[in-house]
């Protein structure tokens, strides 16, 4: 049987296979000759620069796990520069990463195909928000394609350097989260193998091209960008994937793009209006094909734009009605017709149609009886950490250690990762606002009530530093982040503290993996993309070149000694990193590199306390009074037994 790697890589044009949305944009890359790939880790995204890592090997291309999103796309852009394909990969947060050079670079554009893949994620079902990364390309005056399918993610994707060579401008493939993971049936098309020798002329079509301060100016060269806006205009007119249909006199119409064409088809088919309904699918929200827009505008009295996420093409369709049909009903998000935020859906968008055209849905009764049944029986949860996670250790140790020289109200500032869930608030509790206007400090009874503060890869540490210049003072300051973050994003801010005077505990939760996204390498991993080995980098190397001078490291499950470790970082009177090193466990089960401990509970030990269970280890039981070890769960690790007052808990031998 052919394996994956063999699969993603096979050069079988009319072949069907199952792929990813994901797997598709990365064979769409495969399948345009690309040279040069890189990445940063991120969901729903992950999984193109993990399938081109694959490939890269068997077909001779560069496939890297960049630091970070910024120094990928400066990668994927220098290699743009000079000729080649290339194609940079990221999440909507990433993007923010990547925008100084980016709303540089389209200045003087690129000689080679250069393809910005984006996952958005509606609904923000992996991420801090669900912003719309299609107003970046709006914003850069670059294409944006947008697929509906992972079939046209692929053919858009390979499309979209052969764009960006005619424009010679990035172009941006925007996906979301259910073509990202959603699979379908692909066929594949043939591997180009573009023979393309790596050049460079600084005055090539323009003078000092690759310099934007460079003759005539960033003014001229900003003229210049304007001038491919025309093409562009014309071009995705003719694009396969903008397609008008008119059957008929409607007098009603839709306009969707990307995924949300795929909605409003199955809405219309749902309520029997196949040829009762105009419809615009739309595969490039910007520049939208005009022509094609008025021809629609012109054609019905009214018209619902169906989109996912902002109302991008909604607000340019406005504008061009004012001028092709003033008197058209424009419905979407802008109206209420459509919600403003989280993720749309078939029912929302049948919903929406079934309204305008005054008809009734289809009756689904048994559904909704079954959903009415089992609502009472499903209990809410969220995410935990998993069984013997190391993070589970750091947590507890610090938590100890607040508790006993954290002052009154100490502040936890988070970040992005695994352990991110330190901040999830799943304790069972209810939380009301508040209106003090004084500190009010809150029990950490579980560590999934630890973080104060959380927002972007990189900001806990910084915020901690605002909080200390501020003049807090009615208790400790604390920054918690994971190796992979440090890398990405921390170190500097890290200079800035040391530069600044500023004091706190930097608290670096090293699992010597990027987990929470899949285990992807980092820099203290010690591979690349590709498995190759590498240098492996040292946090505690890298603080103490930044001048960090109290730096500790502990292995989280030795609770004594990281609570101890903690303590004596809170109490300096310095800038301190304690890095909490121990090697997340998953891995080290899949790599045969753990071997659990023997697991003793007595039951007649324990006296009911659940301290063990504010451990928030998901190994834990509590039943009938009395905890207890989930033997499928349990893996070992042993910090409940350091945990459990009683020895009701312990290691064997």
Same mark, same amino acid.
């Given at each position: 049987?052919?394996g994956?790697?063999?699969?993603?890589?096979?050069?079988?044009p009319?072949?069907?296979v199952?792929?990813?949305?994901?797997?598709?944009?990365?064979?769409?890359?495969?399948?345009?000759g690309?040279?040069v790939?890189?990445s940063?880790?991120?969901?729903?995204?992950s999984?193109i620069?993990?399938?081109?890592?694959l490939a890269a090997?068997?077909?001779?291309?560069?496939?890297?796990?960049?630091v970070n999103?910024?120094?990928?796309?400066?990668?994927?852009?220098?290699?743009?520069?000079?000729?080649?394909?290339a194609?940079?990969?990221?999440?909507?947060?990433?993007?923010?990463?990547?925008?100084?050079?980016?709303?540089?670079l389209?200045?003087?554009?690129?000689?080679?195909?250069?393809?910005?893949?984006?996952?958005?994620?509606p609904?923000?079902?992996y991420s801090?928000?669900e912003?719309?990364?299609?107003?970046a390309?709006?914003?850069?005056?670059?294409?944006?394609?947008?697929?509906?399918?992972?079939?046209?993610?692929?053919?858009?994707?390979?499309?979209?350097f052969e764009?960006?060579?005619?424009?010679?401008l990035p172009?941006?493939?925007?996906s979301?989260?259910?073509?990202?993971?959603?699979?379908?049936?692909?066929?594949?098309?043939?591997i180009?193998?573009p023979?393309r020798?790596?050049?460079?002329?600084?005055?090539?079509?323009?003078?000092?091209?690759?310099?934007?301060?460079?003759?005539?100016?960033?003014?001229?060269?900003?003229?210049?960008?304007?001038?491919?806006?025309?093409?562009?205009?014309?071009?995705?007119?003719?694009l396969?994937?903008?397609k008008?249909?008119?059957?008929?006199?409607?007098s009603?119409?839709?306009?969707?793009?990307?995924?949300?064409?795929?909605?409003?088809?199955?809405?219309?088919?749902?309520?029997?209006?196949?040829n009762?309904?105009?419809f615009?699918?739309?595969g490039?929200?910007?520049?939208?094909?005009e022509?094609?827009?008025?021809r629609?505008?012109k054609?019905?009295?009214?018209?619902?734009?169906v989109?996912?996420?902002?109302?991008?093409?909604?607000?340019?369709v406005?504008?061009?009605a004012?001028d092709?049909?003033?008197?058209i009903?424009?419905?979407?998000?802008?109206?209420?017709?459509?919600p403003?935020?989280?993720?749309?859906?078939?029912?929302?968008?049948?919903h929406?149609?079934?309204?305008?055209?005054?008809?009734?849905?289809?009756a689904?009764?048994?559904?909704?009886?079954i959903?009415?049944?089992?609502?009472?029986?499903?209990?809410?949860?969220?995410?935990?950490?998993?069984?013997?996670? $190391?993070?589970?250790?750091?947590?507890?140790?610090?938590k100890?250690?607040?508790r006993?020289v954290?002052?009154?109200?100490?502040?936890?500032n988070?970040?992005?990762?695994?352990?991110?869930?330190?901040?999830y608030?799943?304790?069972?509790?209810?939380?009301?606002?508040?209106?003090?206007?004084?500190?009010?400090?809150?029990?950490i009874?579980?560590?999934?009530?630890t973080?104060?503060?959380n927002?972007?890869?990189g900001?806990?540490?910084?915020l901690?530093?605002?909080?200390?210049?501020?003049?807090?003072?009615?208790?400790?300051?604390?920054?918690?982040?994971?190796d992979?973050?440090?890398?990405?994003?921390?170190?500097?801010?890290?200079?800035?503290?040391?530069?600044?005077?500023?004091?706190g505990?930097f608290?670096?939760?090293?699992?010597?993996?990027?987990?929470?996204?899949?285990h992807?390498?980092?820099?203290?991993?010690?591979?690349?993309?590709?498995?190759e080995?590498?240098?492996?980098l040292?946090?505690?190397?890298?603080?103490?070149?930044?001048?960090?001078?109290?730096?500790r490291?502990?292995?989280?499950?030795?609770?004594?000694a990281?609570?101890?470790a903690?303590?004596?970082?809170?109490?300096s009177?310095?800038?301190a990193?304690?890095?909490?090193?121990?090697?997340?466990?998953?891995?080290?089960?899949?790599q045969?590199?753990?071997?659990g401990?023997?697991?003793?509970?007595?039951?007649d030990?324990?006296t009911?306390?659940?301290?063990?269970v504010?451990?928030?280890?998901?190994?834990i039981?509590?039943?009938?009074?009395?905890?207890?070890?989930?033997?499928?769960?349990?893996?070992?690790?042993?910090?409940?037994?350091?945990?459990? $007052?009683?020895?009701?808990i312990?290691v064997?031998?």
């Open positions: 049987m052919i994956f790697a063999d699969l993603i890589v096979e050069d079988a009319g072949k069907r199952l792929l990813m949305g994901n797997e598709a944009i990365a064979r769409g890359a495969i399948e345009a690309v040279s790939v890189a940063y880790p991120g969901t729903p995204a999984e620069l993990e399938t081109l890592a090997p068997k077909l001779g291309f560069h496939a890297e796990w960049s999103e910024k120094v990928a796309f400066e990668v994927a852009a220098g290699a743009a520069i000079t000729g080649v394909r194609l940079t990969s990221m999440k909507n947060a990433g993007l923010n990463w990547v925008m100084d050079m980016f709303m540089t389209v200045y003087g554009g690129v000689r080679g195909g250069f393809v910005i893949a984006v996952g958005d994620d609904d923000a079902h801090s928000n912003q719309d990364t299609r107003f390309a709006f914003y850069g005056e670059i294409p944006c394609l947008e697929p509906a399918n992972p079939q046209e993610a692929k053919e858009m994707t390979r499309y979209a764009l960006s060579e005619r424009l010679e172009v941006f493939v925007r979301v989260t259910r073509i990202c993971h959603a699979s379908g049936d692909v066929e594949l098309g043939k180009e193998k023979e020798k790596p050049v460079f002329d600084r005055h090539w079509k323009l003078p000092w091209r690759w310099n934007v301060y460079g003759p005539p100016g960033p003014v001229e060269k900003h003229r210049w960008l304007h001038g491919q806006m025309p093409q562009m205009k014309k071009l995705v007119e003719t396969p994937w903008n008008l249909e008119l059957r008929g006199k409607p009603f119409g839709i306009i969707a793009s990307g995924i949300g064409a795929s909605y409003a088809r199955e809405a219309v088919k749902m309520l029997g209006l196949e009762k309904v105009a615009l699918k739309l490039t929200p910007t520049p939208l094909p022509q094609l827009v008025g629609m505008l054609s019905v009295k009214s018209v619902l734009v989109e996912e996420g902002e109302p991008l093409v909604e607000l340019q406005r504008g061009l004012k092709v049909n003033p008197d009903k424009l419905l979407g998000k802008l109206t209420g017709s459509m403003p935020v989280g993720e749309i859906n078939t029912d929302i968008v049948a929406a149609l079934a309204k305008l055209v005054k008809r009734k849905l289809p689904d009764r048994p559904r909704e009886l959903k009415g049944e089992i609502k009472n029986l499903v209990a809410p949860r969220s995410s935990t950490l998993c069984a013997g996670c $190391p993070h589970l250790g750091s947590y507890w140790a610090l100890l250690a607040l006993k954290g002052g009154k109200v100490p502040i936890v988070g970040d992005i990762g695994c352990y991110e869930q330190g901040g608030g799943i304790a069972g509790k209810e939380y009301k606002p508040s209106s003090s206007s004084e500190s009010v400090r809150y029990p009874d579980a560590p999934y009530e973080l104060d503060t927002y972007i890869m900001g806990g540490v910084g901690m530093q605002g909080q200390f210049q501020a003049g807090y003072k009615d208790g400790a300051i604390v920054g918690v982040a994971g992979s973050t440090f890398f990405h994003a921390c170190i500097p801010a890290v200079i800035n503290a040391v530069c600044n005077k500023a004091k505990l608290l670096v939760m090293d699992n010597e993996w990027t987990a929470m996204t899949g992807q390498p980092n820099p203290v991993t010690g591979i690349t993309a590709t498995g080995e590498t240098k492996l040292c946090v505690e190397d890298v603080a103490k070149a930044c001048g960090v001078e109290f730096i490291t502990v292995d989280p499950f030795d609770l004594k990281t609570t101890a903690i303590e004596e970082a809170l109490k009177d310095k800038f990193i304690v890095v909490a090193r121990h090697v997340c466990t998953l891995q080290a089960q899949r045969k590199k753990f071997v401990k023997r697991m003793i509970f007595d039951r030990r324990c009911g306390c659940k301290l063990c504010s451990f928030g280890c998901p190994g039981v509590f039943k009938e009074g009395k905890a207890g070890l989930d033997p499928i769960l349990c893996n070992g690790c042993g910090m409940c037994a350091e945990v459990c $007052p009683t020895g009701a312990r064997e031998g």
